[in-house]
Each structure stands twice: as C-alpha cells, then as structure tokens.
C-alpha cells in the first residue's frame, strides 16, 4: 500500500512551452502533498506544500507563477512549469502524507525534465 | 532554524566492509522526526527508517542499523558487510512537529561499493 506515482516519468520540452506533471497517490487520500526539485549531484528542495482544497505555500525564492500547483482532489496534485527555460530542466519529485500517518511522507519516482 | 548536515559527501569502500554514514541535525523543537532515504540510480527514493524525538533506542535491520544520540543531535546509519547494491546516495531528514509534515533533507552522501 502507500504507493505515490507521477507522470510522465520524463519529459523533454522546447523552450517557452509548459510541461505539467501529476502527482497521485493510488491507494490513500492524501489531504497534502509536497513538490522537491532536485538538481544533478545536489540534495532534494522543498519547493511547495500542496493542500486538498486550497492555495499551495511556496518556499521562499520559489515563483508561485512560475510554478504553478493544483492540488484538486485527495488523490491528485499536478505541478505545472510554465514557459519552461533550460535552467527548469531538473528531477522533480512528489510526496503524498497519508491523512493518517501525518508524520510520514510516500514519494513518487520523480519526473525528469529536459528543456532544451 | 533546522538543519540538516551530512559531512561526508562520498565514500567508497570494499564490498564486506561496513560503513557508517554520518548525520547531524539542528532543531529547536522538542518533538521530531528523523529519517533515512535510499536514492538509487533511478532516482526514486527509498524509504529505510523514522524515529521520533523521543525513541532513542538503536535500531537493527538486517545488515542495517542506525544510532541516535539526542546529545550530540547525530543519527547515524550503519550498513555491515556492505555489498555492490548498496551503492546509492543516501540522505537523512528531520521533520519537526508543527511544520506540516515539511522535510529538511541533508546533502546526501554518496556511497559506493566496489566489488
């Protein structure tokens, strides 16, 4: 059980087009989910914290506008770059927290994104 | 502010050798969460261990085994007799309770083990 997946796995983009990546959780509802950012060699960035229902909280130096979140349903939270540039290109990664386990996190496998 | 600090950015070692993987955390919280993660080539995150703030006891998984100590804010990840499939990046994470669940990851280290 607890298994968190992400779609597409990878994508490559040309620049100024908009790549969106979704986040589910399969079989819990997670009432918050998380975004990561990981660049090569480096450790993983919070870079937003996605609740069921309402507006995501960035992390400081994280445009809002620049990446937008949704997180629609318990089960679904999609994170979409906008206007992606090459300095975008990264592993994003997902969590899902269990709306009862509240101090453990699922992650997905990630998504690479390539913008050339 | 909490802080989570992994000196050690790579190690190499002999498959059979055991190797200790250091971490070290800040937090001015009393109740906490304390985490290891695998990251393979892959990239997907493995989940090894959580311990809150209040469970100091060693824990023993097989050929693992981690040791907090809340006085010197260290939690430390023991693997024995390592072997090749143990090579991967390995990151600690601490969690305070009232942050929303949010994780503060160390910079990772990187082990590999050599046949």
């Known amino acids: 059980g607890a298994v968190v997946s992400q779609h597409p796995s990878w994508v490559i983009c040309k620049s100024g087009t908009s790549v969106k990546i979704e986040c589910r959780s399969l079989?819990?509802?997670?009432?918050?989910m998380f975004w990561y950012r990981q660049f090569p060699k480096q450790s993983l960035m919070l870079m937003a914290t996605?609740?069921?229902?309402?507006?995501?909280?960035?992390e400081q130096g994280v445009e809002k506008d620049k990446f937008l979140i949704n997180h629609a349903s318990l089960t679904l939270s999609t994170l979409t770059v906008t206007s992606a540039h090459p300095e975008d290109s990264s592993f994003y990664i997902c969590?899902?927290?269990?709306?009862?386990?509240?101090?453990?996190?699922?992650f997905g496998p990630g998504t690479r994104l390539t913008v050339l | 502010a909490q802080k989570v600090t992994q000196a050690q950015t790579e190690i190499s070692v002999v498959e059979k050798e055991d190797v200790t993987l250091d971490c070290v955390y800040e937090?001015?919280?009393?109740?906490?969460?304390l985490f290891w993660y695998k990251q393979p080539p892959s990239g997907e995150l493995v989940f090894l261990i959580r311990r809150n703030s209040f469970d100091e006891q060693n824990e023993i998984s097989g050929r693992y085994s981690w040791n907090f100590q809340k006085s010197t804010s260290s939690f430390n990840f023991t693997i024995t007799a390592s072997q090749v499939v143990d090579s991967a990046v390995y990151f600690c994470?601490?969690?305070?309770f009232g942050q929303g669940g949010k994780l503060i990851f160390g910079q990772g280290t990187e082990l590999s083990v050599k046949p």
């Open positions: 994470a601490l969690s305070g």
């Open positions: 079989d819990f509802q997670a009432t918050t």
């Open positions: 969590s899902a927290r269990h709306y009862r386990h509240y101090n453990e996190q699922f």
């Open positions: 937090t001015r919280d009393t109740t906490y969460y």
């Open positions: 996605s609740n069921e229902g309402s507006k995501a909280t960035y």
